[in-house]
């Protein structure tokens, strides 16, 4: 079975801080996404990865930045919390064979930013 | 610019009773179009996809949907529902920007299924 995991469920941030939000996957998924999910907006693109050190924009990345270093693990940046920023992280990972089709989703991170 | 819409916020059935869950889509060339399901408190499921061939594509769960292209619609269905069936739904479709392919997805829909 394919596991992404996050690493925390939940989180509370303040203001202005520089929070991190890790994903792992043990697949060896060349493609990972990260995903805000906001009620009657659905998912919404941050930022993906189709390899190692590479990264492009998905539809709203204003304000967070991501970094892979390693394939299974992919990380996103918010350089200084807003409280807009309040919401729900998914991270998803597929493989390249697939394209982009199949994707597989972690549990989600709920960060809350005061 | 390719899109999905879920008219619906919440759809309520019995359980027995035939289930839908509406998705019409916009998209330039050939749609690819997709099914997730997110049960509480867990992240999202792939549940079905149409890229070609039969306009009646069955997934997990007992769930199929069909597609429509006079009608640009990607319904979700059930012929018997669970109670355990109820989740959030979501369509989606591939979408190519700047030569990636990424998902778009819909606003969802909640499906109640009551005993």
């Known amino acids: 079975d394919v596991k992404v995991t996050q690493s925390s469920r939940y989180l509370v941030k303040r203001t202005g801080e520089k929070v991190f939000l890790e994903c792992v996957q043990d697949?060896?998924?060349?493609?990972m996404f990260w995903y805000r999910q906001d009620p009657g907006l659905g998912l919404r693109l941050i930022y993906f990865?189709?390899?190692?050190?590479?990264?492009e924009k998905g539809d709203i990345p204003e304000g967070y930045s991501v970094s892979r270093e390693k394939k299974e693990r992919f990380s996103l940046i918010l350089e200084s919390a807003s409280t807009n920023q309040t919401s729900m992280y998914l991270c998803?990972?597929?493989?390249?064979?697939?394209?982009?089709?199949?994707?597989?989703f972690g549990p989600g991170t709920r960060l809350t930013v005061t | 610019a390719q899109s999905v819409a879920q008219p619906e916020d919440q759809v309520n059935v019995a359980e027995g009773n035939p289930l839908t869950v509406k998705c019409t889509y916009s998209?330039?060339?050939?749609?690819?179009l997709f099914w997730y399901v997110q049960y509480p408190n867990r992240g999202l499921q792939f549940l079905l996809k149409?890229?070609?061939?039969?306009?009646l594509v069955k997934g997990s769960y007992g769930f199929e949907a069909e597609f429509n292209k006079s009608q640009t619609s990607f319904h979700l269905k059930k012929p018997s529902a669970l109670v355990s069936d109820s989740a959030l739904y979501f369509c989606?479709?591939?979408?190519?920007?700047?030569?990636?392919?990424?998902?778009?997805f819909g606003t969802g829909t909640r499906l109640l299924v009551s005993p």
């Open positions: 998209v330039s060339g050939n749609p690819y």
């Open positions: 697949m060896d998924h060349e493609n």
């Open positions: 989606a479709v591939r979408a190519v920007n700047t030569g990636f392919q990424k998902l778009v």
């Open positions: 990865s189709y390899d190692v050190k590479m990264k």
């Open positions: 149409y890229i070609t061939g039969d306009n």
């Open positions: 998803a990972s597929s493989p390249l064979r697939q394209g982009i089709y199949e994707q597989y």
